[in-house]
């Protein structure tokens, strides 16, 4: 209970508290060292995972080629359009996330030049990069 000649004192402004990435202590308070993602390094990230779901549509595609072309051979019918074209649908589908990947992969490279050993420490501090 709080009688008249008593104030209440906030947590944030109790010395030592941290609230909010902010540490008050004696005097002013003071922003904790927290290291911040740079745009260079989120941008590696989102093209890393890109990259990494773009490998497994790929590999759901292959086996989905595969498995059509057992099925039509089971039913006895021509691929159409591989017939006309030379390339089937699904092979279109694996030529163009293959080449998807590759340009996924030279802005990782691109990205990576960029940033300095501590950037990309922070991003894996654990191993080789992305």
């Known amino acids: 209970m709080i009688y008249s000649n008593q104030t209440r ?9 941290v609230s909010a990435g902010v540490r008050k202590g004696v005097g002013v308070a003071q922003p904790e060292a927290v290291p911040t993602m740079t745009e260079k390094q989120r941008i590696l990230m ?3 995972e890109a990259r990494d779901e773009a490998e497994a549509v790929l590999a759901v595609l292959i086996e989905a080629r595969g498995a059509s072309e057992r099925h039509l051979l089971q039913m006895h019918k021509p ?3 591989k017939q006309v074209t030379g390339r089937s649908s699904m092979d279109n589908a694996i030529a163009s996330t293959q080449r998807m990947i590759e340009t996924l992969n030279r802005v990782i490279q691109d990205v990576k030049r960029d940033l300095n050993d501590d950037e990309l420490d922070l991003l894996d501090p654990d191993g080789p990069g992305l």
């Open 9 to 17: 004192q906030s947590p944030i402004e109790s010395p030592g508290v």
């Open 46 to 48: 989102e093209t890393t």
């Open 79 to 81: 691929d159409v359009l």
